[in-house]
């Protein structure tokens, strides 16, 4: 079985200042993770991925993500805010090992960035 | 960079109605789609995963008949919702993975905007 958790609804941070949204996962094997960025009235954007190799990601538009094996997570962070970046993040896991070839999206996060 | 086309971006039409939505994968070949339906401020629900050439495997409490998928070629993928009516009314997306490698990112349209009077 897969499952990913994002446990924020919402983040906000000012314009500059690094942001996080968090993503924890639970796989019966190894992960495959994704992040996606989605604007308003829009579909979704990828982001960057986690398959293999080193635990640091870096992605479009400046993200990068951290695969954490021990903590199960994978938090997506960037150094300094845009004011651009305000959307709705989804966080996806799919099982290697389980079988499934359908990911599991989280929830989303919202984040606002504030000028 | 791979794109997904969906149209239309946006339908509003009376109850009773049946209306098309076509997602197309424009520089890849999609062996697999997905359909999600997405509510105001809420995650995506997967509806159902489309392969090409077979029949779609529909996600639990999802009505068959009422949402018909059509995957008949690699690039071509379409939802019909039959009858629609209001309770239907909705922001449907669909993605698309290319068709080597399964630990690729699915690449999403932009979506349509469904509104039944």
């Known amino acids: 079985a897969q499952s990913v958790a994002q446990p924020e609804d919402q983040v906000n941070v000012a314009e500059g200042n690094p942001l996080t949204v968090k993503c924890t996962y639970s796989?019966?094997?190894?992960?495959?993770l994704f992040w996606y960025v989605q604007y308003p009235n829009r579909g979704l954007q990828f982001l960057l991925k986690?398959?293999?190799?080193?635990?640091l990601v870096k992605g479009s538009y400046g993200f990068e993500a951290e695969f954490n094996k021990s903590q199960t997570s994978f938090h997506l962070k960037k150094p300094s805010a845009l004011v651009s970046d305000s959307a709705l993040y989804f966080c996806?896991?799919?099982?290697?090992?389980?079988?499934?070839?359908?990911?599991?999206f989280g929830r989303g996060t919202s984040l606002i960035v504030h000028p | 960079g791979a794109v997904v086309s969906q149209h239309p971006s946006r339908v509003i039409c009376k109850s009773g109605t049946s209306v098309k939505i076509e997602c197309r994968s424009l520089?890849?070949?999609?062996?697999?789609m997905f359909w999600y339906r997405q509510f105001p401020k809420q995650s995506l629900m997967l509806m159902a995963t489309?392969?090409?050439?077979?029949?779609?495997?529909?996600e639990q409490g999802v009505e068959k008949d009422k949402f018909l998928i059509n995957h008949a070629s690699l690039t071509l993928s379409t939802l019909t919702v039959t009858s629609a009516h209001p309770e239907d009314s909705s922001f449907y997306i669909c993605?698309?993975?290319?068709?080597?490698?399964?630990?690729?990112?699915?690449?999403f349209g932009d979506g349509t905007r469904l509104s039944i009077l």
């Open positions: 993605s698309a993975r290319e068709s080597q490698g399964s630990n690729q990112p699915q690449h």
């Open positions: 796989v019966s094997g190894n992960p495959y």
């Open positions: 986690y398959i293999t190799g080193d635990n």
């Open positions: 996806a896991v799919r099982d290697i090992s389980g079988g499934s070839y359908i990911p599991t």
């Open positions: 520089d890849f070949q999609a062996t697999t």
């Open positions: 489309s392969n090409e050439g077979s029949k779609a495997t529909y």
